[in-house]
C-alpha cells in the first residue's frame, strides 16, 4: 500500500507578548504613617499629604477651616502599630478643609405600571474634600 502524506500549515509565529503594566506601587511601609480614622460612619485609611472626599460633617465649616478628627481607630508608622478600644486615647489626625461640594446628580425613580404612577427626582450627596496635615 502506499503511504499518505498530509500537508501541514507551518504554525503561524504569534507575536510576542506586550509587557504586563506596572502596577501601583504602594507607599513603603517602613517609613509611612498612616491612619484609620472613623467618620460619618465610614472608615479611612490616611496618611499625611492625602486628600480624601468624607461625609458633611455637622456645623458652621467653610473652605479653609482646620479639623481635628478625635476618632482614631488604627495608627501605624512602620513596624509599630497602636490599636484602640474602640478608639485610641489622646491621638487625633489634623486636617484642613479644602473644597466643599456635591456629588452628581443620582436619579431616582418610582414607576408602577399599568396605574399611571411615575415619580422622577434627583439627589445630590454634600461632601467635604480634606487633606490630612498631620497624624499625632
Known sequence: MAEATVATKPKAKRAPKAAPKAAKKAPEASNTAFAVISTGGKQYRVMEGQKLKIEKIPGDHKEGDAFVFKNILLKGNGDDLALGFPYITGS???????????????????????????????HRQPYFEVRIDSIN
Not at 489626625?93 to 456635591?102: D, F
Not at 431616582?108 to 404612577?117: E, F, G, P, T
Open 92 to 122: 487625633t489626625v489634623s486636617a484642613t478643609i479644602t473644597q466643599i461640594g456635591r456629588y452628581k446628580t443620582v436619579d431616582v425613580i418610582h414607576y408602577k405600571q399599568k396605574s399611571r404612577y411615575f415619580k422622577k427626582y434627583g
